[in-house]
């Protein structure tokens, strides 16, 4: 069999559709639960509501948070979708709602970028262009659209490889030196385990860091090629339930364990998944056999235009996670390119900032009161994110512009446009709080951007 | 019995070849880096470069260091700080009964006691003292003096309102045993002429005797639960409630209220000198008391009893355990430094601080910045060697 063989059978062969309908179902209910939970745990108040400061992505600065009804009427909105997308009634409409509304809402701040929501963003993405509503839906039963028993290989293929990505890059950014051969940050974190029942007394050593610094690796590099093969499918999908099951006893991660539990069912047989449909179907008493309309007959065809867009998602998926490269120095230290990368509990890192405003006439700064602009957690996130601590020093800046300020001293400030400047301590993986940025450069005068960030001191050991 | 007795001098024999060929290794091989925790099980003292990720301990668990805090420093200075109070609350009948200036020397000393057991459970905040907002309720100042004069005059007042917090405490005792432009024999005749400021100050000895007694009588339930909230350390976790309460009293209520809002480094462009804003103010008497938050605040992290000086498990060693350090040193060191070189600047200072911090201005700089210095390494370096997050919401850690 020929390469061209082969993708042609990757991609533009007939495959069963049950795959993608069973995904389709479970990732409608896993939206509805992850969001219903998020607004129940009181999250959207505290995280789109009370902060007066948003951390936008550059070029996205556009994007804002609506007022306390439009942030409910957002999620209300994705709670809809999420149930419709469930049952697949108005599908196509349903996850564009779904897809912008819940890429919007990621796009408000990145204090609460999580992997595992862009990975949603991603699937729900793809889920936008594939026929997930032709089979077991309300569309096809009312006949909105005609039933379809087979897709294209790609429907299911690029999903598969989303998943398997996630997990590869996720592997591959662990080899690096602290994490295979200093256990980091893993055996500082399992060190706070040691009260835990039964596995607590393991904690300990630092022969149980490495087992599971190594094991996770290993793991993640693996795991998306034993799904693949239908002979180890199995006993590697109870590693994945074995695994992630672990990961959220031990670590605060919420439903992310879960949704790839879920997700990676995606593996199995088409046999498999059409087994589940057909039980779903006898659940809800709904024979297929009494069907009157004929499902719509497969024809092979290869798209170009498909074939360049599925090529150029899969491009920009490799080399996003790797931009990285482009940079020099620390890439934990100084974090350029590490969002959107698969970068799954690595680093262990603290900070704490101040933020003075200068006034160039008399010399004298003021120590700007970060808690009055920032939430705890925003806070937090900031000091270590140099992208951020630049978008804090430009808020500051703009709150002080063009300002007079009298002190109850009698003391007159006149700025214009002040010079912010940022004394920075910053710990990674417990090695000591060190200086962070270069505390006499002018922020204010420095554009946000991708270029490197030149002021980011060098982390010396 | 010969038997035994050679297989016994075997035994010795091997212990001492493998002591011998330890001590080879550690003298030749690691010369340089070493365990030099005395605590360790490994203490190497050949070691020229403390290493602590190399020490060995006999299996540490937090169970036992959240016990010894409790047992040792927690429960035995609460109840310090309420015999104090109550000492006081008793004195203060004394001296409406009866004001003369020999009674009012003798509550203005006792006031100074309790105030000074105050410090050593300040930072202690959470549990039942968070759910009552002790600090708020016990010690905030500057004191709104015109508030105060109004409930005596009035002699209408809720105590338990958040509103009262500003004229009621200890720095309400401050300003009514030290009343300015008064003599003692004035102020014994004040005390003598007007009942409702007798009434008022048997109310605040009252007021805070009952917050006291709560923080006392809720420990006795609470205990249990903080010994066993050990499994993790995430929020709500007991060592996370410790660090962090610790972390933001001291940054908040130390550094910033004791010194540095005096100082005026917080007071914009112009850093004026904020006087009226130090602890105490009209006793003019304040470093005692931050010296005695200090030292309280050692013995807590140290794991130190609060009686006796004697040095069982404490955060120190939890961070001993993680091999935590800042540069070449252990960071349990590092912050025990520096809490000694706080505490000796503030003994360099001299009282009233409020005119300290214009006639000495440049020793009181020193003593915020060596308080300031001590923020990164309690709030970067011991948080997150112990693993206290602060967890707002699930994260994948990234």
Redesign the interface.
Known sequence: MGISNWLSDFTFSKKSIAPLVVFRILFGMMMLISTMRFIVKGWLQELYIEPTYFFTYYGFDWVRPFDIYGMYLLYGALILSAIFITIGLFYRVAISLFFFAFTYIELIDKTNYLNHYYFISLIAFILLFLPANRSCSVDQHLGFVKRKEFVPAWNINLIKFQIGLVYFFAGLSKLNYHWLFEAQPLSNWLKHQTDLPFIGELMQYDFTAYVFSWGGAIFDLMIPFILLNKRFRLVGYIFVILFHTLTSIMFPIGVFPFVMIVSTLMFFSSAFHEKLLFHLQKLFSWNKNKETKKPEVYRQKTNKIHVFFIGAYIMLQVLIPLRFLIYSGDLFWTEQGYRFSWRVMLIEKAGYAQFYVHDAASGNKKLINTSEYLKPQQEKMMVTQPDMILQFAHHIRDQYSDTIIVEKNGLNVHLESPKITAEIYVSLFNKGSKLFIDSTVNLSKINRGFAQKKWILKNEN | MGKTKQLLIKVLMLKRIFLLIVIFLTTFSCQKKGCLDPNAVNLDTAAEIADNSLCLYS?????DMLSNICDNYILPAYTNFNDQTLLFQDLAVSFTENPTIGNLEILRNQFREALLAWQAVSFIDFGPANVILLKTQVNLYPMDTALIKENIALGNYNLESALNNDAKGFQAFDYLLHLPDLNDQEIAYYFTTNDQVKVYLQDLANNLVMNSQYVVNEWQSYKTNFKNN?????QGSS?SNLVNGLCAYFETYIRKGKIGLPLG????????EMPELVECYYRQESLPFAIAAMQGMKKYINGTSFVASENRLGLDDYMN??G????ASP?SDVITNQIDAIIVSLEELNDPLSNEIFSNKSAVSKCYEEMQQL???L???M?????V??????????
């Open positions: 299996d540490f668990k937090k169970a050990s499994e993790t350390n995430a060592t480094v917080f007071n914009g462009f112009s850093q004026q355990y993680v935590a350090t800042q540069g960071l923020v990164p390494y709030k970067v370096d948080t997150s060697a112990l693993g997050l602060i967890t707002y919401q699930d994260n994948d850690g990234d």
